[in-house]
């Protein structure tokens, strides 16, 4: 419950992995629940061999196949972003905030700020809420600057740089994407879940590949309604399932966030960033920055050429902020709170 996925002091013990590695690999974040049979077809293999290369990515962790769920589908429709600058032990302030629920991402930073996080909240409310009464006060945290998120113009959890899902399609335009997005029918009305619902999650966020025997057997239903609750959470957007891939492990050590100032037409700049392989993320937000990138980069020769010569270069761009990445305290891409594992 609390193996480090993505701490930066983690050792880089995985298996060298080969072209057909990486092709059952994106297989898997096209699709997490894909049968041994597809994934074997695609890649030329026979299914035992197949079977053989998942458990062992599997196993040595390199690889997670998760359900990831849309906090939309769970009443969580507001993103932020909140940098926080802090005097005294950062350590005890950071393990002080990843005790947050709606806190789901929380890193160490060299740069603005030491420490930036991701909250996911119900209304201004409840961020109001949770800023004054359960960040501020918190000894040692010195100011806070928060980033509302406005679009979403590239989301990957796929690896290595250049597999990813991009936004947008188009790389003229960019494409506009709320940050959070309700789950909805095919009539357009929003998804209710019950408890049994809630409960099939919990089974595919442990493991995204568990047998509909077993989450029959956990959630008390027989099997067919369970294929059809699976099938439905799937279909109307409340998870995905996907196989998220340990960066460190594939050979990307490093992290970091950049912050940009722009003029100009902001979906144009935006839809030229996206085009960049090791941009993994980019949102537009309301706040310091107009927009913000997250990019994986080998060392630091490799995200000075990045930086200057890919993103600095972009037409509308007029500044440019790098906060490296020291060390990542908490990231989860289960959701809601309270149905989630903790990686500190």
């Known amino acids: 419950m609390t193996e480090a996925l993505h701490d930066s002091r983690e050792p880089q013990d995985s298996p060298a992995l080969d072209e057909i590695d990486w092709r059952i690999i994106a297989e898997l974040q096209d699709d997490g ?26 196993r040595s962790r390199l690889i997670e196949i998760v359900a990831i769920t849309n906090p939309g589908a769970f009443g969580f429709r507001l993103r932020v972003a909140v940098g926080l600058r802090c005097e005294g032990d950062l350590d005890a302030i950071a393990a002080t905030i990843s005790e947050v629920d709606e806190v789901d991402w929380l890193v160490v930073t060299a740069g603005r700020y030491d420490l930036i996080a991701e909250l996911r909240c ?9 800023l004054a009464e359960r960040i501020r006060t918190i000894p040692g945290v010195r100011d806070i600057e928060t980033l509302l998120y406005l679009n979403l113009f590239k989301a990957s959890y796929s690896w290595p740089p250049g597999s990813g899902r991009r936004m947008p399609d188009e790389p003229a335009v960019a494409r506009r994407c709320p940050p959070v997005e309700p789950a909805l029918t095919d009539s357009g009305d929003e998804v209710t879940l019950d408890a049994t619902d809630r409960r099939i ?5 442990e493991d995204g590949r568990r047998t ?44 970091a966030a950049i912050g940009l100032r722009c003029e100009g037409d902001l979906d144009v700049i935006a839809a030229a960033i996206a085009q960049v392989d090791e941009v993994d993320w980019l949102m537009a937000t309301a706040g310091t ?8 980069h080998l060392d630091a020769e490799h995200l000075h050429r990045l930086v200057a010569g890919r993103i600095r270069t972009v037409p509308g761009v007029r500044g440019v902020e790098i906060l490296i990445f020291l060390s990542i305290v908490k990231v989860r891409y289960p959701w809601p709170p309270g149905m989630t594992r903790i990686y500190p």
């Open 33 to 58: 629940r894909r049968t041994y049979g597809r994934i074997a077809e695609a890649v030329g293999l026979t299914e035992a061999p197949t079977r053989q290369r998942v458990a062992r990515l599997t």
């Open 122 to 130: 119900v209304d201004e409310q409840h961020l109001y809420g949770l």
């Open 201 to 205: 999650v919990a089974e595919l966020q």
């Open 212 to 255: 509909y025997g077993r989450i029959a057997e956990a959630v008390g239903l027989s099997l067919a309604p369970t294929r059809q609750r699976v099938a439905r959470l799937i279909d109307t957007g409340v998870i995905k399932i996907a196989a998220i891939l340990n960066p460190r492990k594939a050979g990307f050590m490093h992290r």
């Open 289 to 296: 920055f107009d927009l913000m990138a997250e990019v994986s």
